[in-house]
């Protein structure tokens, strides 16, 4: 039996390089095989850590089987997960969001869900004295997914434990932090092999919000001329991926990690309402920035309002 270990559809870089350390430890550490997989292509940033570390692209899933054995982390959402993730045997979640409900074991598991801003983060201190065993690709791997969650520590969800443990790894792989971080977000921030419809959906969740499903997707970008430049045609794709997606509205964010704002995408009256119940903006146009907005988990889904 071998364990598969997945984060959630849509994979970031944390969704990505997670899977990618827990297998080491289980493998490696633990001495219960286990193999990386992911529930989508990852994105340009996701990818250039997995080349930049030496991995090799875990195999793509969408499927999974009362058959497979499966630890789930950096999200505990059923809807971000395989359909009959309920059907698996689930035997352990590894988090940082917050608790959703509508997953069911066969069994009693074991749950870590952490106020931390990395799942990588947790994964560092559930390993202990472990740690120390991690080769540079794995540390590369953590301080990767440490820098991509908090947007280089700009990200309100940051805590002093997140920032202090990627200072530690950088130092340890002799990297200037700025400097990586800042080839991370370049990768991140290149849109040009994408479709309008592949960028609303490359970092999305489903949230519904008084009976209105949304499909809430972020941009975070250092380069953000390059989204809006494409503004017209992004959001005329709203509507083929409200359809295909059984969402009411898709929410874009477009995040603007130097300056520290976001600008949301408001194609219709409905959106103009949620920008201003929710941010409290005053919406002309088709645009509208929201100072200081970066963080979708602790700024953007739970202000919502329609």
Not at 127 to 143: S, Y
Not at 222 to 248: H, Q, Y
Not at 258 to 265: D, R, V
Request: glycine share 6%; with cysteine.
């Amino acid at each position: 039996m071998t364990i598969k270990v997945f984060g959630h559809k849509s994979p970031d870089t944390d969704s990505t390089g997670s899977p990618l350390i827990w297998a080491w430890y289980l493998s490696e550490v633990m001495g219960t095989p286990a193999e990386a997989k992911l529930l989508g292509t990852p994105n340009t940033e996701a990818a250039f850590v997995v080349e930049k570390w030496g991995f090799e692209t875990p195999e793509i899933i969408s499927e999974v089987t009362a058959e497979d054995t499966v630890v789930i982390v950096d999200t505990n959402n059923p809807a971000e997960l395989p359909a009959a993730i309920n059907d698996a045997n689930v035997i352990q979640i590894i988090d940082h969001h917050k608790l959703t409900g509508g997953l069911e074991t066969k069994g009693p598991i074991d749950i870590t869900i952490k106020p931390l801003a990395c799942t990588a983060t947790i994964m560092h201190q559930l390993m202990g004295d472990d740690a120390a065993k991690m080769p540079d690709q794995i540390k590369g791997a953590m301080l990767s997914c440490i820098l991509s969650d908090t947007l280089e520590f700009r990200s309100p969800t940051t805590t002093p434990v997140d920032r202090a443990l990627a200072e530690t790894l950088a130092a340890e792989l002799n990297l200037d932090l700025g400097a990586y971080a800042a080839e991370m977000f370049e990768a991140k921030s290149d849109i040009s092999a994408f479709s309008d419809a592949e960028l609303i959906r490359m970092d999305s969740k489903e949230y519904a919000v008084d009976g209105t499903k949304f499909r809430v997707s972020v941009l975070e970008t250092t380069a953000p001329k390059l989204v809006l430049d494409r503004k017209a045609s992004i959001m005329e794709s709203f509507k083929a991926v409200e359809a295909e997606d059984g969402v009411d509205q898709v929410l874009l964010f477009v995040v603007d990690i130097l300056n520290e704002e976001a600008t949301l995408f408001v194609p219709n009256e409905l959106v103009k309402t949620v920008a201003e119940k929710s941010f409290g903006a005053s919406v002309e146009g088709d645009q509208v920035v929201l100072p200081g907005v970066m963080s979708r988990k602790k700024q953007i889904i739970p202000s919502l309002k329609v």
